[in-house]
DNA sequence: ATAGGGTTAG
C-alpha cells in the first residue's frame, strides 16, 4: 500500500535514528514490570535489528506475539516492515493452531499480556498486512466487543478490507463513520473508487477531502483525472487540473493527453484540438501518446480527413509508431473497410521491431471476419490453445462462428470457460450464434440461453437478439417470437437491431398486421426504425402487395428524414407504379429516387465500409 | 492500479 510510504514512516525513521527509545526503555517504571523482556532489552538501546533477531529466535509464537506488543509499547519505538513481515507468518500460525482470534487474544491475556487497544491494532495490522482479511475483521469486530472504539487507523484498514472484498456500501459506511478522517482515509478511498471507475463517488469524496484540508498526491490526482476522462466527465477532469495547478503537482503530457482523448470521448473534438493547439504553444510538446488518443478521438467522431492528417503529422514529426499506434491503425483502416492496408500495417510490424500483442490479435481477427477472408482463419486456429484473454476470445468465436467453422468457436468457448475468465455478453452471444449456426436444435439452443440468463450477469440487446435472430433463421418464428415478447414484458434491453429482428420474423411467418404493430409499439419505446427496419418491412409489405400500407409507412419513413436503400425503392416502385393516383401522390419522392439511383447506385458499399 | 489501443447482432 502507498499510504505506508509516506511522511509518517519517514518521521517513524528519524525518531527511531535518534534512539530516544533507548531511554525511556532504561529509566521507564513501566519497562520494569514487564518481566522477562525488559530485563533483557531494556538495558540495551532498542534498535530494529536487535528486535528482529529476538523475534526470530523467540521460542513460542505467544512469546513472540507478546515481546513484538511490549516493544511496541516502548516510547518512540515503531517497528518496522522486517518485523510485520515476520508476524505475519506468526499470527496466521496461531490463528491456525487456536481457530479464532478471540482464542488467540485470549491465549494471549493468559499469558500475562494485558489486552489494551494497542494490542488490538497492531493485530489487526498485521493481519491487514499479511492478506488475512477474514482475520482483519474479526479483530475489528472483537474490537468492540471489548468495548474499544476503533480509531482511525483502524477504521481506515477496515475501510480498505472492505473495499478489497467487493463490500463497497459497507466500506463507506467505515468511511462516513470516521469521525477524524485523515490524509489516508481519503487516500483509500479515492484509489479504490477510482480503480472501480466510479467518478460519482470518486467526486463526492474529492470534495469531502478538500473540504476537510487535504490534496491528493500527485500519483493520485492522476489516477482522479484518468477516472474523470475516461468515464465523460471531462469537465471535472479539467477542474482537477486547475487543483493540481494550485497545490504544486505539475502539469505533464500524460495530463494533456488525458484531456484531449476525455474531450473527445465525451464528443468535443473541438476543444480537443484547443487543447492540444494551447499545449503546443506553452511549450509542451506532444508525444506519440497524444498523438494516438487524436487519431483515435477523429476517427470515432467520423472525422477520417482529420485521422490522416494526424497520422501525416506523426510522420513529419519522424516519430516511429508504436505497437498501440499500429493497433489503432489496423483498426482504422478495417472500419474503414480498407482491409489490404490494414493488413499491411500487421506486417510491417517485424519491420518495425514491434511485437504483436493480444489488441492487435484482436482487431486482425475481427478484420478478417469483416472482409470475409476466411481463407485466413486456419492460422487462427493455433491461437485456440495460447493464452487467450477475454476480448481475443470473444473475437475468434465471433469469426469462427460467422465463417461456419462452429466447433472452433466451441472449442475456444469452453477454452475460456476453464481458465477462470469472467465471460461476458459478447462471449455468450458469440456462444449461441456458434450453437444456431451449427445446427443445434431450437429447443437445445433456448435451454441454454435461459440458463445463461439465469447466471445474472449484465446481458444486451445483442445478446437477446442474436437467440432470436438464430430462432428466426432456421423458421422457429413462435419460439422466436414468444422469447421476444418475454424480452418486452421482462424489460430485458431490446434495440433497433432486436424489433427489426421480430419484424422480420414476423413477416417472414406471413404475420404482416403483427409486424406492422411491432413497428408501432417500437416508436412508443422510444426506439426509432432505421433504414434496416424499413427495408424489412417494406419489402415485406411488397411482397404481400399491401399497397396501402406500403403508403402509410413509407410516408412515415420520409416524414423521419430515412433514406431507403436502392433496392427497396425499386420495390416500391414495382408495386406502386401500377397505379396511377399513387404515383403521383408519391411524384416528387420518387423523382428525387431516380435522380440518386443515377448519381450512385453504390449506396449499400457505402454503408457497409462505415461500419 | 496502467496517459493512448482490441471483440458483437439484422
Redesign the pocket.
Known sequence: M?WRCSWVKQRRKILNALSFSSIDGQFSPKARETGEFSRRVALKPLTHDDVYSRLRESPSDLKTLSFFFWCAKQNNYFHDDRAFDHMVGVVEKLARRYKSVDRVVEELRLSGCAIKPRVLLLLLEIFWRGHLYDKAIEVYKGMSSFGYVPNTRAMNMMMDVLF?YDLVDRALEVFEGIRVRNFFSFDIAL??L??RRDSVKVKIVLKMMIREGFYPNS?RF??IL?VF??TGCVAQGFQVVALMVCSGVSV???????L???FF?SGEPQKAVDLFNKMIQIGCSP???????LL?GFM?LGMVDEAFSVLSRVQSKGLA????????M??TF??LGRFQEARNVFTSLKKRKLV????????V??SV??SREFDLLPSFADGIGTE????????LI??FS?SGHGSYALKVFCNMSNKDLAL????Y??FL?ALCLGGAPARDAVGIYEKIIRKKIRL???????MI?GL??VGEYNTALRLFNRCILEKYPL???????AI?GLVRAKRIDEACSVLSKMREAGVM?????YR?IISGLCEEKEKDKVKKILWECIEEGVELDPNTKFKVLCLLSRYHRDVSEFRSVFEKWTYNFDVSGSCDELSVSSG
Not at 287 to 293: K, R
Not at 356 to 363: G, M
Not at 388 to 395: A, I, M
Open positions: 502507498l478489497k484509489s479504490h477510482c480503480s500519483e492522476g489516477q484518468g476522462c475516461r505533464s503530457v500524460n495530463v494533456w493527453s488525458m484531449v482523448s476525455g470521448r508525444n506519440l501518446v497524444t498523438y494516438t488518443s483515435k470515432d509508431p508504436d505497437i498501440v499506434l499500429c493497433n489503432v489496423i483498426h478495417t472500419r504483436a500483442d493480444r489488441y492487435t490479435f484482436a482487431s481477427v475481427s471476419c469483416l487467450l484473454d477475454l476480448v481475443t476470445g470473444n473475437s465471433n469469426c460467422k461476458d455478453c459478447y462471449t452471444t458469440g450464434t444486451d440487446a445483442h445478446f437477446h437478439t442474436a435472430d428466426v433463421e434495440d433497433v437491431v432486436s424489433y427489426t429482428v422480420k426504425p432505421n433504414r434496416r427496419t424489412t
